[in-house]
Structures are given as structure tokens and as C-alpha cells.
């Protein structure tokens, strides 16, 4: 079965960086689209970025542009999210997802698109 694993959380001060990764397994790499999301306490989970490995297509949202990067390894099993210039508004809750089909788009950030998630990892950033 599809089994996601997310890693790289943790604690910074504003203006820091992490990077997240997300392992995945149980699915074929040419039929899906990789997303991140984060859900901060008491808000709805918000799409940030999508990825489509094969092709190498990749989509940030305007939320975090210019800070947030999506990047995957050569097999397309491993996606990466490289997060610079930290914010506090950044501290969430962040899941990787992967969306079979690429339902809605290749850039489709709806949840509901997403058939499998994995637990997520913690970010807390610090002003």
C-alpha cells in the first residue's frame, strides 16, 4: 500500500531554513503528483506546493513563493521541500500527499484530490 513518511521538522528562529523530506513507497512514480501542505493550529490545511516527478513540473503557491522550493530526487520517490526566510507565520503542521492521476492538474493544490497522506512533521518558527 502507498505509505508516505515526512521528516526535517523542527524549531528555528525567524529567517532560518529546513528542509522537508517526503519518502514515499506502494505507488508508481509516472502516476502521481506529490503535494505539501501545512495545517497551522485552528486553521484549514492549506496547499503550498505540487510536484509531478516524471516530468519535473513543479508549483509553488503565491502564499510562498519566492521562499518555499519543491525539488525531488532522480527516482521521484524522495520530494523535498526547501524552506528559507522562515516566518512565523510559517509554524504548522506540514503533510506531503500524493494525488493518483494528478486529479484536477498537474498544479491542483484541492486536498480532496489527494488519495494518501502521510502523519506529518511539526515546524515552529520562533520570532
Known amino acids: 500500500q502507498v505509505q508516505l513518511r515526512e521528516s526535517g521538522g523542527g524549531s528555528v528562529q525567524a529567517g532560518g531554513s529546513l528542509r522537508l523530506s517526503c519518502v514515499g513507497s506502494g505507488y508508481a512514480v509516472s502516476t502521481v503528483c506529490v503535494g505539501w501542505f501545512r495545517q497551522a493550529a485552528g486553521k484549514e490545511r492549506e496547499g503550498i506546493a505540487t510536484s509531478y516527478p516524471v516530468s519535473g513540473a513543479t508549483y509553488v503557491a503565491d502564499s510562498v513563493k519566492g521562499r518555499f522550493t519543491i525539488s525531488h530526487d532522480d527516482a521521484g520517490n524522495t520530494v523535498y521541500l526547501q524552506m528559507v526566510n522562515l516566518k512565523p507565520e510559517d509554524t504548522a503542521m506540514y503533510y506531503c500527499?500524493?494525488?493518483?492521476?494528478?486529479?484536477?492538474?498537474?498544479?491542483?493544490?484541492?486536498?480532496?484530490?489527494?488519495?494518501?497522506w502521510g502523519q506529518g512533521t511539526q515546524v515552529t518558527v520562533s520570532s
Open positions: 500527499a500524493t494525488n493518483k492521476f494528478c486529479k484536477g492538474g498537474w498544479q491542483s493544490l484541492n486536498k480532496d484530490a489527494y488519495d494518501h
